[in-house]
């Protein structure tokens, strides 16, 4: 299982020259699981990422950890929905009544092309088939968790590999969400959580649905994870800010097995020891 950063950034993509090497797109993560590849939401960096799956005949499967823009924006500007030879498998987003999917943006009133004229094969799965999406490639599984409007988060396992990724929590110690997570993360190989915040700013923050990058360091130590990647960064939080909490972040954890998630980062399940590029 490889797993690749595309978007890092929460709450609204911030290009230009002061995010220039963790990057300004928003959440979007691929999980390369050989002839299939999962895609965790479609945030701005879903942009970059549909052109390099342009003629790789993968066959693509699409979740949503929720509908917030800053998840769901890059998906109109897929490149592979307007090549014949692509298929998407979208799993439905379940609001309650019943499940949305992204396709419902291209109206021709929100983006200019109406899903009805898009040139790609797309499967639609309800959000209640969700844990056989994947077929023999592995297993997804959900989590509620912490956020305003309800958010997942996502369990993928392939062989005896585990991902765990939670793009959008507010972590509160000592409530049953909380428990919940530790038991849903418990020794995973990858565990790649929000980490908006400074413990310093949540205070302020308090309620927003975000965690500080030192709570999910707890999470990540209380679940006895492998590794953790810091996600889903404040728009505010320019390069000099993101090195900052790496560097503090390593002082709870060696730099093998915490890194703050940056545009590009590629991180092999099947690889024990690598160091991060
Ligand atoms: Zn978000
Ligand atoms: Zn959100």
Redesign the pocket.
């Known amino acids: 299982m490889v797993v690749q950063y595309w978007g890092v950034r929460?709450?609204v993509a911030v290009p230009g020259p002061e995010t220039v090497r963790y990057g300004g797109n928003?959440?979007c993560v691929s999980v390369d699981l050989g002839e299939l590849i999962l895609i965790l939401d479609m945030?701005t960096g879903a942009i970059p990422l549909g052109k390099y799956l342009l003629g790789s005949h993968k066959r693509i499967v699409a979740a949503f950890s929720?509908l917030?823009l800053?998840?769901i924006r890059g998906f109109p500007m897929f490149a592979p929905l307007y090549d014949e030879e692509c298929a998407i498998t979208l799993i439905g987003y379940d609001t309650g009544a019943n499940d949305w999917f992204p396709t419902d943006m291209l109206d021709g009133v929100h983006f200019p092309a109406n899903y009805l004229n898009i040139p790609c094969s797309i499967a639609k799965t309800p959000s209640s088939l969700l844990p056989g999406a994947l077929g023999e490639h592995g297993r997804l599984s959900v989590l509620p968790v912490n956020h305003p409007g309800g958010a997942l988060a996502f369990k993928v396992e392939s062989g005896s590999q585990v991902l765990v990724h939670v793009?959008?929590n507010e972590l509160v110690p000592g409530t049953a969400s909380y428990r919940s997570l530790v038991e849903f993360a418990r020794g995973a190989d990858l565990l790649s959580h929000?980490a908006q915040y400074a413990e310093s700013e949540y205070r302020e923050k308090a309620g927003w649905g975000?965690s500080s990058w030192q709570r999910a360091c707890g999470l990540a130590l209380e679940a006895s994870v492998n590794r953790l990647t810091l996600f889903?960064h404040d728009p505010d939080h320019d390069d000099e800010a993101l090195d900052d909490i790496q560097r503090l972040s390593t002082q709870m954890f060696s730099p093998q097995t915490c890194v703050v998630a940056y545009e590009g980062l590629r991180i092999d399940l099947g690889v024990t020891g690598d160091t991060y590029p």
């Open positions: 929460g709450s928003t959440a945030g929720h917030h800053d998840h793009p959008d929000d975000h889903h």
